[in-house]
């Protein structure tokens, strides 16, 4: 576990090695953090490097990597509550974590960005990333990668229909694509999606 500072102190490590592509010093740091002692700093950072968050490179402090550890802990957020796109709602009292690693990650995990606007209606827009668990195997109204005739790939809901898949796109202008079951292999089911505004 990390304390408050650490986590303030990681992050700062963090921010400016993917603003600037290297590690900042102790000073700069301490600059960020609002921290006037250098010892103060240092304390923390070694702290991070024995926690095994950080990993020290040569004798330089611009020579600081993050580990896969501290990587990990960057895929977890607070979740404070929920919130209703109409009306106010009661201050957050409790806090818990929502950990994306997962969520969306993992050995059997891939990401697709979307093209097009086939499934705007299931809410997945053009642009958006989806993220696929590798299976061959669907349940009807999965939303899936279809590969059809080895050839093309499709992202629609699955309708299974004895011998026949049907490929139900979600957008009401357009129309469901039915195959003989052997001329659509299943690349994986989406399990998540997130878009960048």
């Known amino acids: 576990m990390l304390t408050q500072l650490e986590e303030k102190v990681l992050a700062c490590v963090t921010h400016h090695i993917a603003e600037h592509g ?80 997962a969520l969306l990650l993992g050995p059997d995990r891939f990401a697709l960005k979307v093209i097009g606007n086939t499934m705007i209606e299931a ?17 009807n109204d999965d939303i899936v990668v279809a590969l059809i005739d080895d050839g093309e790939v499709t992202l629609k809901r699955l309708r299974l229909h004895g011998d026949r898949i049907e490929l139900i796109p979600a957008n009401r202008d ?3 694509l039915i195959y003989p079951t052997e001329r659509v292999h299943i690349q ?9 505004y």
């Open 174 to 176: 357009m129309v469901s």
């Open 22 to 101: 290297y590690a900042p010093t102790l000073n700069e740091i301490g600059k960020a953090l609002s921290i006037n002692s250098k010892g103060t700093v240092h304390r923390y950072v070694q702290s991070l490097i024995d926690k095994g968050q950080l990993q020290r490179n040569g004798r330089s402090w611009r020579g600081i990597r993050l580990t896969a550890k501290a990587g990990r802990s960057l895929t977890i957020l607070p979740l404070l509550g929920t919130i209703e796109a109409g009306k106010p709602i009661r201050k957050i009292k409790s806090q818990s974590e929502i950990n994306f690693s």
């Open 123 to 139: 809410g997945i827009l053009d642009g958006d990333i989806v993220i696929v668990r590798k299976t061959e195997k669907a349940n």
């Open 188 to 196: 994986g089911v989406v399990t998540g999606q997130f878009r960048q």
